[in-house]
């Protein structure tokens, strides 16, 4: 169920896992709209040969994941901050998972924090990150 | 702190270095918002009466350059991390403006030796001049032995 106000949250409480699009299809238009069109993030081949695994996931995708996971949690969460560690590249094609905890919430600003972590298959975090958000309070 | 790392902070932290300017396209703030998996209108509707690009989208648009120009090169730069810290909405359709400084430089070390951290931040202002979002990039040297 959807997260609408900041009486709904508790502490501590995971948010639903999200599964994101990482397929080289999606990462390539990405890369695309963006600019970053460079081989590394398009071309499975081509990144091997920069010694990579494979296409890399573009990190700012990464973090539009992230977001995008707080907001399919709480449509109404409006974003004031979120910070990304690229602790190693997330591979195009491979599976991956996104999670999500609630560290922190401030009743009296509305505020709330989250930890994020994106993991491969298996369970290695490859980028983390922690965002704040604001939810509406209920009317007193 | 190192007494080099003392020395650049006092040189080059919280001085403009570059500014660019920015048309916030809505086709392209649309796309970036499903690409990244966005299901609220306000990301993905023209029409909806709070439409906006989505938080991290400034995180896409890069200043002239990265570094001051004389700027100290202590080895091959790698992309540590991004921020972002919203103000106010980013509006699609509307221009703005892209100030760029370096916000934070610090080091660790490990095995391998020190590390050079520099945070790199765009300063985005709508053309009324409101502040509406920082934009960091932290990027990592591992320093030439």
Known sequence: ?140 | MDADIEEIREKYLNLDFDEKQFTIDPETTIQYATLCGETADRFLDANHEDFQAPPTFVASLSGGRMLPKDFPRFGIGMDAGKGVECLQPVRPGSTLTGKTHLHDIYTKTGRSGRMIFVVTRIEFYDAEGNHLVNSDSRMVMRERS
């Open chain 1, 1 to 140: 169920m959807a997260i609408k106000t900041l009486d709904e949250v508790e502490f501590g409480v995971d948010l639903p896992t999200f599964v994101p699009d990482t397929s080289l299809a999606i990462t390539t238009k990405f890369a695309k709209l963006v600019g970053w069109d460079g081989p590394r993030f398009t071309d499975h081949e081509a990144a091997k040969k920069e010694g990579l695994a494979g296409a890399m996931v573009p990190g700012i995708l990464s973090q539009g994941y992230l977001v995008a996971m707080i907001h399919n949690w709480a449509p109404a969460a409006e974003v004031l901050a979120v910070d990304t560690v690229f602790r190693a590249p997330v591979i195009a094609d491979e599976a991956h998972t996104i999670t999500g905890v609630v560290t922190d919430i401030d009743e009296e600003d509305g505020k709330v924090e989250i930890d994020l972590t994106v993991a491969n298959e298996k369970g290695e975090t490859r980028v983390f990150g922690t965002a704040t958000v604001k939810l509406p309070k209920l009317p007193k």
